[in-house]
């Protein structure tokens, strides 16, 4: 089994900045992908940065230049760093996680609020 853990939303003014985090723990053999995604009241979830094991990153082109994904192997940990955020960013934010337990499985957080106000 596998737990994740988010942390760092809140409620921030257009511009400013804040960074998640999601801590992975349990029987964890190796992780493949960890990556965050958000959903919108009334919309459906969708991606926002990935990042593999080899350190190979992917954004979502209404994030790229404004938000960073990064990990920490050794504490099974990802971040993202959102600065110059926009209202439209407001979301409910979530991490995933490819992990070998020793199967593959994707596993999800419960969810971080991000609220930007204009």
């Known amino acids: 089994q596998v737990q994740l853990v988010e942390s760092g939303g809140g409620l921030v003014q257009v511009g400013g900045s804040l960074r998640l985090s999601c801590a992975a723990s349990?029987?964890?053999?190796?992780?493949?992908?960890m990556g965050w995604y958000r959903q919108a009241p009334g919309k459906q979830r969708e991606l926002v940065a990935t990042?593999?094991?080899?350190?190979?990153?992917n954004y979502a082109d209404s994030v790229k230049g404004r938000f960073t994904i990064s990990r920490d192997n050794a504490k099974n940990t990802v971040y993202l760093q959102m600065n110059s955020l926009k209202p439209e960013d407001t979301a409910v934010y979530y991490c995933?996680?490819?992990?070998?337990?020793?199967?593959?499985?994707?596993?999800w957080g419960q969810g971080t609020q991000v609220t930007v106000s204009s």
């Open positions: 990042i593999i094991s080899g350190g190979l990153t």
């Open positions: 349990g029987s964890i053999f190796s992780i493949k992908h």
């Open positions: 995933n996680v490819l992990v070998y337990t020793p199967a593959w499985s994707h596993y």
